[in-house]
């Protein structure tokens, strides 16, 4: 069966008809873009792999409820995402979002100094923890919006909320972000 130039939405009716190679190939085309929203999600790229593969098991399962108010895509995404949630809500305390040697900062151009390297890492540390502070429908805005692709819409429709209410949202963390670094010296 060739698949290159079929739309979503006829890979979708492919798929429900009993096309198992259909539903393959929408998994081919959107499996990256589910696993970047677990990763953003969790932190872990082996947590984000399981909650990917049983985001597009679910999807399978599920095409049936799959209404087409949203793109094919978008409606994967949001699956894994409240998959990735789910977990997360069970072991968030237990774990950092991320390794405490991670880095929120690009890279320098120049050289940078040791107190330059420690100062960076010292602002990144203290950056993911206020993140981890934020409250639930803030901390998920932003970190959606910084490690995914997709545009406020469709995240928007991903977590729920009028595109409006995530934009504020994202502000307003970064701008609580940004208050409690000053703060902190930063």
């Not at 305390?93 to 330059?116: I, K, M």
């Not at 934020?134 to 991903?158: F, G, Q």
Request: aromatic fraction near 6%.
């Amino acid at each position: 069966m060739s698949t290159g130039c079929v739309t979503d939405g006829e890979l979708v009716e492919r798929a429900r008809a009993g096309e198992t190679e259909a539903f393959d190939e929408l998994a081919r085309r959107h499996g990256a873009a589910v696993y970047r929203a677990a990763l953003a999600a969790l932190g872990s790229a082996s947590d984000a792999e399981d909650i990917a593969q049983e985001a597009l098991v679910l999807a399978y399962r599920t095409l049936g409820s799959y209404r087409g108010d949203a793109s094919f895509k978008t409606w994967v995404v949001a699956i894994a995402w409240k998959r990735a949630l789910n977990l997360r809500r069970r072991w968030w305390r237990l774990r950092p979002l991320e390794d405490e040697r991670g880095s929120l900062h690009e890279p320098l151009l120049d050289t940078p100094s040791a107190e330059q390297v420690l100062l960076a890492g010292e602002r990144d540390r203290a950056a993911k923890r206020l993140i981890q502070k934020l409250p639930a429908r803030l901390r998920d805005a932003l970190l959606c919006v910084a490690t995914t692709e997709h545009s406020y819409e469709e995240l928007a429709v991903i977590l729920g909320v009028p595109s409006g209410t995530l934009k504020w949202r994202v502000s307003e963390a970064r701008r609580r972000v940004k208050q409690q670094l000053a703060k902190q010296g930063f």
